[in-house]
């Protein structure tokens, strides 16, 4: 006992790696108990870790670096998205444009555009594979990246897909670092993100590629700290290339512009220019693919996700339990449609009616403005909680942090063959959640009474 007290950070780090090593090579999703041990015996390690004084913050650092090392060289487990990442990567090095051209096609022809055609349509399944891809053009050079070190080994294609993503997390660490600074807000924050299992997890070792979207949006909101919004327009729209999901954060730029300048018409000029630089570069980002079926396909592709698509989702089965109450049938097609305009709507008001002048306040909204997308989706994913966790470090609300923990419950679904969602470890999920949401804005409100 002596020992362990004397070197319990030893003895946490050596667990955490023994943990993650186990994670990453010698689990089944299917094996829910076994997750979910894993799980939160690395959540455990990862509080001590974030809040242990004794840990100076290159130790920090370092432990960032090791526990995404000890995935390096293995095979995701929790997704296999990554095989239609390679898939669409070696299609632009075979000079074919993925956005035109169904994998399912090519397998039904009995013809193999590129190397390995059937292990990855295989990998990826006839659902990703009867798609267009819906991935943006940033996003599609990651691929080319890939591509372009292994063209003929799916193995080396995951480690140069890694490697990128890594690489993304540690340029997250270095500006959000710069921000916290400027901020003067305690720089181990940033561990809320970088040291968490899940992203760590489902980033890392999953290859989702969140942390490159992440990295251009945090190196944009520095530039803005900076007052380079020119440069800041430019870096969101390739975060945007990427993934789509900043684009719900244009309109909450609007007080920071015309409330930041003496002159309103100054400040409104700005946003203008700033919104038109970063509409134009994200539309220049996409010809070097365009074509006449360009904008169906994808716009077919996304809009899939409003229409068909079903999984873990919040108030969306509410809303369909309801619909099957009254009507006899899944009201997707018209849920679907009504939650964007929601959240439009709330987007609309938090932009008018919601201090946004100081950087925490813009980010504080644009988490708030994300998350009720997300509670509202008919979809979500796990590794879509990484946006709401960067954001959140930069601001006095931390219930993405539950949430990253909590969210492992989705994951019951896979243990069924066929999938099939448990909706009580869903309700399980959202109650956890909701529960700590609410604490949290009510104690935030009590403070500002005091402060007040």
Same mark, same amino acid.
């Given at each position: 006992?002596?020992?362990? *007290?004397?070197?319990?950070? %030893?003895?946490?780090?050596?667990?955490?790696?023994?943990?993650?090593?186990?994670?990453?090579?010698?689990?089944?999703?299917?094996?829910?108990?076994?997750?979910?041990?894993?799980?939160?015996?690395?959540?455990?390690?990862?509080?001590?870790?974030?809040?242990?004084?004794?840990?100076?913050?290159?130790?920090?650092?370092?432990?960032?670096?090791?526990?995404?090392?000890?995935?390096?060289?293995?095979?995701?487990?929790?997704?296999?998205?990554? /095989?239609?990442?390679?898939?669409?990567?070696?299609?632009?090095?075979?000079?074919?444009?993925?956005?035109? *051209?169904?994998?399912?096609? !090519? %397998?039904?022809?009995?013809?193999?555009?590129?190397?390995?055609?059937?292990?990855?349509?295989?990998?990826?399944?006839?659902?990703? =594979?009867?798609?267009?891809?819906? /991935?943006?053009? %940033?996003?599609?050079?990651?691929?080319?990246?890939?591509?372009?070190?292994? *063209?003929?080994?799916?193995?080396?294609?995951?480690?140069?897909?890694?490697?990128?993503?890594?690489?993304?997390?540690?340029?997250?660490? /270095?500006?959000?670092?710069?921000?916290?600074?400027?901020?003067?807000?305690?720089?181990?924050?940033?561990?809320?993100?970088?040291?968490?299992?899940?992203?760590?997890?489902?980033?890392? =070792?999953?290859?989702?590629?969140?942390?490159?979207?992440?990295?251009?949006?945090?190196?944009?909101?520095?530039?803005?700290?900076?007052?380079?919004?020119?440069?800041?327009?430019?870096?969101?729209?390739?975060?945007?290339?990427?993934? &789509?999901?900043?684009?719900?954060?244009?309109?909450?730029?609007?007080? +920071?512009?015309?409330?930041?300048?003496?002159?309103?018409?100054?400040?409104?000029?700005?946003?203008?220019?700033?919104?038109?630089?970063?509409?134009?570069?994200?539309?220049?980002?996409?010809?070097?693919?365009?074509?006449?079926?360009?904008?169906?396909?994808?716009?077919?592709?996304? =809009?899939? +996700?409003?229409?068909?698509?079903?999984?873990?989702?919040?108030?969306?089965?509410?809303?369909?339990?309801? =619909?099957?109450?009254?009507?006899?049938?899944?009201?997707?097609?018209?849920?679907?449609?009504?939650?964007?305009?929601?959240?439009? &709507?709330?987007?609309?008001?938090?932009?008018?009616?919601?201090?946004?002048? @100081?950087?925490?306040?813009?980010? @504080?909204?644009?988490?708030?403005?994300?998350?009720?997308?997300?509670?509202?989706?008919?979809?979500?994913?796990?590794?879509? %909680?990484?946006?709401?966790?960067?954001?959140?470090?930069?601001?006095?609300?931390?219930?993405?942090?539950?949430?990253?923990?909590?969210?492992? !419950?989705?994951?019951?679904?896979?243990?069924?063959?066929?999938?099939?969602?448990?909706? +009580?470890?869903?309700?399980?999920? /959202?109650?956890?959640?909701? *529960?700590?949401?609410? &604490?949290?804005?009510?104690?935030?409100?009590?403070?500002?009474?005091?402060?007040?």
């Amino acid at each position: 006992m002596q020992f362990l *007290s004397k070197h319990k950070n %030893i003895v946490l780090i050596l667990i955490s790696t023994i943990l993650y090593f186990v994670f990453a090579y010698n689990l089944e999703r299917t094996n829910f108990n076994k997750l979910v041990f894993l799980w939160f015996g690395l959540f455990g390690c990862f509080y001590f870790f974030v809040k242990e004084k004794s840990i100076n913050t290159t130790t920090l650092i370092s432990l960032t670096l090791l526990f995404r090392l000890v995935f390096l060289f293995s095979f995701p487990n929790l997704s296999q998205d990554f /095989y239609r990442f390679i898939w669409d990567g070696r299609m632009i090095l075979n000079g074919l444009n993925p956005y035109l *051209s169904l994998p399912e096609t !090519f %397998i039904a022809e009995g013809t193999q555009p590129i190397a390995e055609a059937y292990n990855l349509y295989n990998g990826m399944g006839p659902m990703n =594979g009867s798609h267009y891809t819906n /991935y943006p053009p %940033i996003n599609q050079l990651c691929f080319l990246i890939a591509a372009l070190f292994s *063209s003929k080994s799916i193995f080396g294609a995951i480690i140069a897909l890694r490697a990128l993503i890594i690489l993304a997390d540690v340029g997250i660490v /270095y500006f959000a670092g710069k921000i916290l600074e400027k901020l003067h807000l305690p720089a181990k924050n940033i561990f809320w993100y970088a040291l968490n299992p899940f992203i760590i997890i489902e980033m890392t =070792g999953n290859l989702h590629f969140e942390p490159v979207m992440l990295f251009f949006l945090v190196w944009s909101f520095y530039k803005l700290l900076q007052k380079k919004w020119i440069f800041a327009a430019i870096l969101l729209a390739c975060s945007i290339s990427v993934k &789509l999901i900043p684009l719900l954060f244009l309109p909450l730029f609007y007080q +920071w512009f015309t409330k930041n300048n003496n002159n309103w018409f100054k400040g409104a000029q700005q946003l203008i220019s700033f919104y038109a630089i970063t509409i134009l570069t994200t539309i220049a980002l996409f010809l070097p693919f365009y074509s006449s079926e360009l904008i169906a396909n994808y716009s077919n592709s996304v =809009g899939l +996700w409003f229409r068909n698509f079903e999984f873990n989702a919040s108030f969306y089965y509410i809303f369909r339990e309801i =619909g099957y109450l009254f009507r006899g049938y899944n009201e997707i097609a018209i849920i679907g449609k009504i939650t964007p305009v929601i959240t439009i &709507l709330f987007l609309a008001y938090i932009t008018f009616f919601r201090k946004n002048k @100081t950087l925490v306040q813009l980010l @504080t909204a644009t988490l708030f403005g994300l998350c009720f997308y997300y509670f509202t989706t008919t979809t979500l994913h796990p590794w879509y %909680i990484a946006t709401p966790l960067i954001l959140c470090v930069f601001t006095k609300y931390r219930f993405p942090v539950i949430w990253s923990i909590v969210i492992i !419950f989705s994951y019951q679904a896979y243990s069924n063959f066929p999938w099939k969602e448990n909706l +009580w470890f869903v309700g399980l999920e /959202y109650v956890i959640l909701y *529960s700590f949401l609410f &604490l949290e804005l009510y104690r935030n409100k009590q403070h500002y009474k005091i402060v007040k």
